[in-house]
């Protein structure tokens, strides 16, 4: 068994890297999966919407059962069933079957992000949460990337005298995923609440929260307000990657496989420089006591990020846009682990997994499920880069969300020790003899 802190942090990085090159793999090639299966705008958002229903509708059921079982088994099983509908996506005889892979790659990829991040907040202590955190959301940048790289190379990439083109490509990307499927199944679970140092674990957590207490997390001001965040950055930024390659291609005049490159090349140095800076600053601020850190961070971020993307936008120049997109991703991706540590940070240990999905649950069926349909209507009435110009005003609201939630944190922080701590001194009280 896999034990080390370090060792399984590496395997779920690389499974979160596989995780989000599956998920955009899509987008990179969907000029011609759109062209050889005679696609409209309004069915290439649905594409991205059933992939999100599958996530959403999936990720409660996978956050229950990960308070109670196995989480690297739950993980292994989940990483394998997206990889296998990934490969069959390349299998696709039309809309009605692409679309149902898409279902099975989301509800794989739901379990694996409502079941790592609990994982890696068990494995690593409160004052080192958020730079482990960020080491496993550097994977987003650098699996986005590689979608969007792999979609511009593979297609054109010939195997024994055959072009593999867009079928083959979902295949090739699918093969890693089986084999780190494999791996994580060897990985040892931590005990839940050990590296919580300011509860009273003299006695181990039940292995699931009671009702109550995943209850409780709605009565989390600040948990609400990460989720209406959460909600607001899917809202935006599913549809603005998902058209992004077409967006370059018809407003700035790129070749496909140069924007797709382009993409990937804008997203992976500032995005995990801006994932690993969001994690080390959360960490710096928080340990001067100011328990709001990881939301400053974030709302910094997204203020920034919006500012560069409207930039990016509106730019003629590649010399403007560029070093734009660079920065904005950047400010984009400092959110990711700030966001998520917080969540790690205000919810019980044992009901972790579940907070995750109830998050995951709220920024899909409320996020990126209603956006790219709607998106693909705006795109149809007004064209791209009217579309471009108002999806931002999402990211807005997430960065009020966060400015509020800066003040709310302390209390609720307080509130989840203190309900935690009584139900473990309560574990540990003498039954009566009967």
């Given at each position: 068994?896999?034990?080390?802190?370090?060792?399984?942090?590496?395997?779920?990085?690389?499974?979160?890297?596989?995780n989000?090159?599956?998920?955009y793999?899509?987008?990179?090639?969907?000029?011609?999966?759109s062209?050889?299966?005679?696609?409209?705008?309004?069915?290439?958002?649905?594409?991205?919407?059933?992939?999100?229903?599958?996530?959403?509708?999936?990720?409660?059921i996978?956050?229950?059962?990960?308070?109670?079982w196995?989480?690297p088994?739950?993980?292994a099983?989940?990483?394998?069933?997206?990889?296998?509908?990934?490969?069959?996506?390349?299998?696709?005889?039309?809309?009605k079957?692409?679309?149902?892979?898409?279902?099975?790659?989301?509800?794989?990829?739901?379990?694996?992000?409502?079941?790592?991040?609990?994982?890696?907040?068990?494995l690593?202590?409160?004052?080192?949460?958020?730079?482990?955190?960020?080491v496993?959301?550097?994977?987003?940048?650098?699996?986005?990337?590689?979608?969007?790289?792999?979609?511009?190379?593979?297609p054109?990439?010939?195997?024994?005298?055959?072009?593999?083109?867009?079928?083959?490509?979902?295949?090739?990307?699918a093969?890693p995923?089986?084999?780190?499927?494999?791996?994580?199944?060897?990985?040892?679970?931590p005990?839940?609440?050990?590296?919580?140092?300011?509860?009273?674990?003299?006695?181990?957590?039940?292995?699931k929260?009671?009702?109550?207490?995943?209850?409780?997390?709605?009565?989390?001001?600040?948990?609400?307000?990460?989720?209406i965040?959460?909600?607001?950055?899917?809202?935006a930024?599913?549809?603005?990657?998902?058209?992004?390659p077409?967006?370059?291609?018809?407003?700035?005049?790129?070749s496909?496989?140069?924007?797709?490159?382009?993409?990937?090349?804008?997203l992976?140095?500032p995005?995990?420089?801006?994932?690993?800076?969001?994690?080390?600053?959360?960490?710096?601020?928080?340990?001067?006591?100011?328990?709001?850190?990881?939301?400053?961070?974030?709302?910094?971020?997204?203020?920034?990020?919006?500012?560069?993307?409207?930039?990016a936008?509106?730019?003629h120049?590649?010399?403007?846009?560029?070093?734009?997109?660079?920065?904005?991703?950047m400010?984009?991706?400092?959110?990711t682990?700030?966001?998520n540590?917080?969540?790690?940070?205000?919810?019980?240990?044992?009901?972790?997994?579940?907070?995750?999905?109830?998050?995951?649950f709220?920024?899909?069926?409320?996020?990126?499920?209603?956006?790219?349909?709607?998106?693909?209507?705006?795109?149809?009435?007004?064209g791209?880069?009217?579309?471009?110009?108002w999806?931002?005003?999402?990211?807005?609201?997430?960065?009020?969300?966060?400015?509020?939630g800066?003040?709310t944190i302390?209390?609720d922080?307080?509130?989840?020790?203190?309900?935690?701590?009584?139900?473990?001194?309560?574990?540990q009280?003498?039954?009566?003899?009967?």
């Amino acid at each position: 068994m896999i034990r080390r802190a370090s060792a399984a942090l590496a395997i779920l990085f690389f499974i979160n890297f596989l995780n989000y090159a599956d998920r955009y793999i899509l987008s990179a090639v969907l000029s011609k999966v759109s062209h050889e299966l005679v696609l409209k705008a309004d069915q290439e958002g649905w594409l991205a919407t059933v992939f999100t229903l599958g996530y959403m509708v999936s990720s409660p059921i996978i956050g229950s059962l990960a308070d109670r079982w196995t989480r690297p088994r739950i993980i292994a099983v989940c990483c394998l069933v997206w990889s296998l509908a990934t490969a069959a996506s390349g299998l696709a005889i039309g809309y009605k079957t692409l679309l149902l892979a898409r279902v099975f790659i989301g509800v794989g990829e739901a379990g694996f992000l409502t079941v790592g991040p609990p994982l890696i907040a068990d494995l690593f202590s409160k004052e080192s949460r958020g730079k482990a955190l960020s080491v496993f959301y550097t994977g987003v940048p650098i699996g986005s990337a590689a979608g969007f790289v792999l979609g511009g190379l593979l297609p054109t990439m010939r195997l024994a005298g055959w072009e593999l083109g867009w079928r083959g490509t979902f295949g090739a990307v699918a093969i890693p995923g089986i084999a780190a499927a494999l791996l994580c199944w060897i990985v040892a679970e931590p005990a839940r609440g050990a590296m919580d140092l300011e509860l009273d674990m003299h006695a181990p957590l039940p292995a699931k929260a009671n009702l109550w207490e995943q209850l409780a997390l709605f009565r989390n001001r600040t948990f609400l307000l990460v989720t209406i965040a959460l909600t607001g950055i899917a809202f935006a930024t599913v549809p603005l990657l998902h058209w992004m390659p077409k967006f370059f291609e018809g407003v700035k005049g790129l070749s496909v496989k140069r924007a797709n490159i382009m993409i990937g090349g804008t997203l992976i140095l500032p995005g995990i420089i801006g994932t690993l800076l969001g994690g080390w600053a959360g960490d710096r601020i928080s340990k001067r006591g100011v328990p709001g850190g990881y939301l400053i961070v974030a709302s910094i971020g997204l203020l920034g990020g919006v500012a560069c993307l409207w930039t990016a936008i509106l730019a003629h120049s590649t010399w403007v846009y560029l070093p734009s997109l660079f920065f904005g991703v950047m400010f984009f991706m400092s959110c990711t682990p700030t966001l998520n540590t917080t969540i790690a940070n205000i919810s019980a240990p044992n009901a972790r997994a579940m907070a995750y999905a109830t998050v995951i649950f709220c920024m899909h069926a409320f996020g990126d499920t209603i956006s790219p349909p709607i998106f693909g209507k705006v795109i149809k009435a007004g064209g791209l880069l009217h579309a471009y110009l108002w999806m931002p005003v999402g990211l807005l609201v997430s960065a009020a969300a966060c400015i509020l939630g800066v003040f709310t944190i302390r209390k609720d922080q307080a509130k989840t020790v203190e309900r935690v701590t009584t139900i473990i001194r309560a574990s540990q009280a003498p039954r009566p003899r009967t």
